[in-house]
């Protein structure tokens, strides 16, 4: 079992950064892939960046050159930096988790996090 923490959300302007973390409570979180989805009001739920336990990293088209994702092993702490922000990435961030994500890092991920909001006023 791995919870998950979801910190760093708040109200920036169009055009600021923000830095989200994700603290899990695992000894073994080398072990987890780890990604971050998150949800606009009204939308689904979706796929924003995720990194493999080697520390490859994949993102949607919407967020490449934008979002950064990155880990920490040794803080059990995934993290995505987010510069340029414009209102439509005004959502709820959730950090999720699972072991393999190399064969679908969108999706079947059994491990989440209860997000964190993050608002961005134009």
């Known amino acids: 079992q791995v919870q998950l923490v979801e910190s760093g959300g708040g109200l920036v302007q169009a055009g600021g950064s923000l830095r989200l973390s994700c603290a899990a409570s695992?000894?073994?979180?080398?072990?987890?892939?780890m990604a971050w989805f998150r949800q606009a009001p009204g939308n689904e739920r979706e796929f924003v960046a995720a990194?493999?336990?080697?520390?490859?990293?994949y993102y949607a088209d919407s967020v490449k050159g934008q979002f950064t994702i990155s880990r920490d092993d040794a803080k059990n702490t995934v993290y995505l930096q987010m510069n340029s922000l414009k209102s439509e990435d005004t959502a709820v961030y959730y950090c999720?988790?699972?072991?393999?994500?190399?064969?679908?890092?969108?999706?079947?991920?059994?491990?989440w996090g209860q997000g964190t909001q993050v608002t961005v006023s134009s």
């Open positions: 990194i493999s336990r080697s520390s490859r990293s």
């Open positions: 695992t000894r073994t979180f080398g072990n987890y892939g």
């Open positions: 999720a988790a699972k072991t393999f994500i190399s064969t679908n890092y969108r999706g079947g991920y059994p491990y």
